[in-house]
């Protein structure tokens, strides 16, 4: 077959279908982009673990500078394209583009900017994980090997990340970065949820945490865990459709917990595969 013949259908495709990721008003966040964000600030919460680069006293500064600079530099620019998206998809007309692309920018670059003020208490909180981490599995055997193999902690400080620029407002970015890490780790956390401190999650390939979940202080799960909706009906997207997990929870493999009104209470217990849609009084230990 004509090779031109074949590159005109694809384009005809990009025309008639969609799918290019077109300059202007409708460009999207670049993926790639995105990630190679959300690496920058994984070092910067762990310098010295992520990366194949000599960090010491004398080259610190510099090296967290330069990637600060570059953060906020490419955060910005995304954060920026994904608001003008929604602007586009959301506006019946898009008259005085350049007002809206101004303002986009201005709020863009302030998130980007936030993301950094808030690195010290993000960090803190990504460290009472690690403890939960290491103190939790006796299979640890120091801090430095949960930072560098832990999946689950991989997950965790993504989605610490993540939703710190879903409370922002930050359309698509946050959903990119998660996915990212779903990709990686086979754990799937929205970063719509809400989870507290000193969060554990034990070799974590299948957990599902959905986008209203809500999760206390000092929770355990396991591999397999689902916290879930009883429905997926489009109508119910601003309904809270996922379980809540109160304090020192415990939640074993492959447990299916649904429901925005199921309440798991303090220092519960809930056995390996089990299917929980109603609440569970504070104290219970649930066995299939």
């Not at 809270?240 to 199921?262: F, Q, S, W």
Request: proline share 3%.
């Amino acid at each position: 077959m004509d090779m031109n013949k074949l590159i005109e259908n694809v384009l005809e495709s990009y025309a008639t279908i969609g799918g290019i990721n077109s300059a202007g008003i409708n460009s999207f966040p670049n993926r790639e982009n995105v990630v190679a964000v959300l690496k920058d600030l994984q070092c910067l919460i762990f310098p010295g673990y992520t990366t194949a680069e000599e960090i010491d006293e004398f080259n610190l500064r510099y090296i967290t500078g330069q990637r600060i600079n570059r953060i906020v530099s490419v955060l910005t620019k995304e954060i920026q394209k994904a608001l003008m998206y929604e602007v586009s998809v959301h506006s019946e007309n898009n008259q005085n583009g350049e007002i809206k692309n101004s303002h986009c920018f201005q709020l863009a670059e302030k998130t980007a900017l936030a993301v950094i003020e808030a690195m010290p208490e993000l960090r803190k909180t990504i460290f009472l994980d690690v403890q939960a981490l290491f103190e939790g599995d006796p299979a640890a055997k120091s801090d430095e090997e949960v930072i560098v193999s832990y999946p689950g902690l991989e997950a965790i400080v993504t989605y610490r990340i993540s939703h710190f620029l879903f409370t922002c407002g930050v359309p698509v970015i946050p959903r990119i970065m998660t996915e990212y890490s779903h990709s990686k780790t086979g754990i799937d956390i929205h970063p719509g949820a809400t989870i507290g401190e000193k969060f554990f999650i034990d070799h974590g390939t299948g957990v599902v945490i959905g986008e209203t979940t809500v999760i206390g202080k000092n929770v355990k799960i396991y591999q397999g865990v689902t916290l879930g909706a009883l429905s997926v009906k489009k109508n119910l997207q601003n309904k809270k459709r996922h379980p809540t997990i109160e304090d020192n929870v415990t939640i074993y493999a492959n447990a299916t917990i649904l429901g925005g009104d199921t309440v798991i209470g303090n220092g519960a217990v809930i056995g390996g595969n089990t299917w929980i849609t109603k609440s569970v009084p504070a104290g219970t230990v649930v066995n299939q």
